[in-house]
Nanobody
Framework: QVQLVESGGGLVQPGGSLRLSCAASGIMFRLYAMGWYRQAPGKQRELVATITSDGSTNYADSYADSVKGRFTISRDNAKNTVYLQMNSLRPEDTAVYYC??????????WGQGTQVTVSS
């Protein structure tokens, strides 16, 4: 059974930081590209950041333009975990953040989401 379990969300003031974690089980983690997506109320789910199976983020659409320079995605294949370090948070970053694991179009999984609220 595949499980992606996100943690680290919460309430933070504008300008603050949070670190999200996503622990994966039931998959060969090292073979999967991993990503973070988010969905704000009334909006569609959108890509935040992705990372290849070997840990690269050096490609054009690895980060959404709105988070470049503020967010960093990383992974630890030994711990089957992907992270999202979020700095300089803004109210518009408020959303439910979802972890994604993808190997092929038919081998893709989602976590249950973790709420991030940026507010003073």
């Amino acid at each position: 059974q595949v499980q992606l379990v996100e943690s680290g969300g919460g309430l933070v003031q504008p300008g603050g930081s949070l670190r999200l974690s996503c622990a994966a089980s039931g998959i060969m983690f090292r073979l999967y590209a991993m990503g973070w997506y988010r969905q704000a109320p009334g909006k569609q789910r959108e890509l935040v950041a992705t990372i290849t199976s070997d840990g690269s983020t050096n490609y054009a659409d690895s980060y959404a333009d709105s988070v470049k320079g503020r967010f960093t995605i990383s992974r630890d294949n030994a711990k089957n975990t992907v992270y999202l370090q979020m700095n300089s948070l803004r109210p518009e970053d408020t959303a439910v953040y979802y972890c994604n694991a993808k190997r092929t179009s038919w081998m893709e999984y989602w976590g249950q989401g973790t709420q991030v609220t940026v507010s003073s």
